[in-house]
Nanobody, 118 residues
Framework: QVQLVESGGGVVQAGGSLRLACAAS????????MAWYRRAPGKERENVAL???????SYADSVKGRFTISRDNTKNTVYLQMNSLKPEDTAVYYC????????????WGQGTQVTVSS
């Protein structure tokens, strides 16, 4: 079992920045992948950014160049640095962890609200 706790959400004006953090309840250094998803009102959940155990990253086209995902294995924490925020980034952001490539188990955080005002 893995517990994931997100923090760092809030209200920010368009053009501003926020950094989300996802703290895991156990070592993440060998987790196959960790990611951030978001769900905006009336929309389906979408993957925003992903990072593998080897440090490879990928991003949704809508956030490329503005968001950066990183992981600090010493703190068992994954971050999402969000710059140049837009009103359309408003959503609940969820942390996701898939510890093993072969096993099907995945874990989700409870979510943190990000609101970008115009």
């Amino acid at each position: 079992q893995v517990q994931l706790v997100e923090s760092g959400g809030g209200v920010v004006q368009a053009g501003g920045s926020l950094r989300l953090a996802c703290a895991a309840s156990r070592d993440i250094f060998n987790f196959n992948r960790m990611a951030w998803y978001r769900r905006a009102p009336g929309k389906e959940r979408e993957n925003v950014a992903l990072i593998t155990s080897g440090g490879l990253t990928s991003y949704a086209d809508s956030v490329k160049g503005r968001f950066t995902i990183s992981r600090d294995n010493t703190k068992n924490t994954v971050y999402l640095q969000m710059n140049s925020l837009k009103p359309e980034d408003t959503a609940v952001y969820y942390c996701y962890a898939k510890p093993s490539l072969l096993a099907s188990s995945v874990y989700w955080g409870q979510g943190t609200q990000v609101t970008v005002s115009s």
